[in-house]
T-cell receptor, first 114, second 113 residues
Framework: DARVTQTPRHKVTEMGQEVTMRCQPI?????VFWYRQTMMQGLELLAY????????DSGMPKDRFSAEMPDATLATLKIQPSEPRDSAVYFC????????????FGPGTRLLVL | LAKTTQPISMDSYEGQEVNITCSHN???????ITWYQQFPSQGPRFIIQ???TKVTNEVASLFIPADRKSSTLSLPRVSLSDTAVYYC??????????????FGSGTRLSIRP
């Protein structure tokens, strides 16, 4: 049963520290999405990639957030420096693309910035 | 961008059919309608997707009227395990760089014995 994996599952850090979250998409999927979920804002799309190229990252605060896909099996989301308002659950999802737009979500990384 | 509107919450009982309606008045010609289910501490899970009329799979049905300005997710004979948040998502196929994927606030469905 292929699944999207995310690490770490939980992260507690102090304000100002760098945070790196990793995602392994389902093998063969060429589209990767990063979301942030909070009680106040719900699910927000931060960025998405197709064939490792960023297609849209307009939902991401550019001054502190960055997203990359070093290779087809790894997507990263970095926050530097982190702030308490970044506390949220960050989800990665992958999809087949090419008209098949079902997104398969990972378990999420629960981030708490103190 | 097709914004969606759903009821914040719904309650039902085991064995009943539940219908959750989503409004998307500004849906574009190329937009598809997708529903996701989310349990606490988990990521959303795909339920069903459709473009027009009716789509049915092993867990749900999706009804879309001709004007496509709304859609209804139908869950037959719900059980306690169907208690979750349900999201309606409208987006164009291909997710071009000009499109945006917007999850609404979702509908919190509570099933009682």
């Amino acid at each position: 049963d292929a699944r999207v994996t995310q690490t770490p599952r939980h992260k507690v850090t102090e304000m100002g520290q760098e945070v790196t979250m990793r995602c392994q998409p389902i093998l063969g999927h060429n589209t990767v999405f990063w979301y942030r979920q909070t009680m106040m804002q719900g699910l927000e799309l931060l960025a998405y990639f197709r064939n490792r190229a960023p297609l849209d990252d307009s939902g991401m605060p550019k001054d502190r957030f960055s997203a990359e896909m070093p290779d087809a099996t790894l997507a990263t989301l970095k926050i530097q420096p982190s702030e308490p308002r970044d506390s949220a659950v960050y989800f990665c999802a992958s999809g087949l693309g090419g008209g098949q737009e079902t997104q398969y979500f990972g378990p999420g990384t629960r981030l708490l910035v103190l | 961008l097709a914004k969606t509107t759903q009821p914040i919450s719904m309650d039902s009982y085991e064995g009943q059919e539940v219908n959750i309606t989503c409004s998307h008045n500004n849906i574009a010609t190329n937009d598809y309608i997708t529903w996701y289910q989310q349990f606490p501490s988990q990521g959303p899970r795909f339920i069903i997707q459709g473009y027009k009329t009716k789509v049915t799979n092993e867990v749900a049905s999706l009804f879309i009227p001709a004007d496509r300005k709304s859609s209804t997710l139908s869950l037959p004979r719900v059980s306690l395990s169907d208690t979750a948040v349900y999201y309606c998502l409208v987006g164009s196929r291909g997710y071009s760089s000009a499109s945006k994927i917007i999850f609404g606030s979702g509908t919190r469905l509570s099933i009682r014995p």
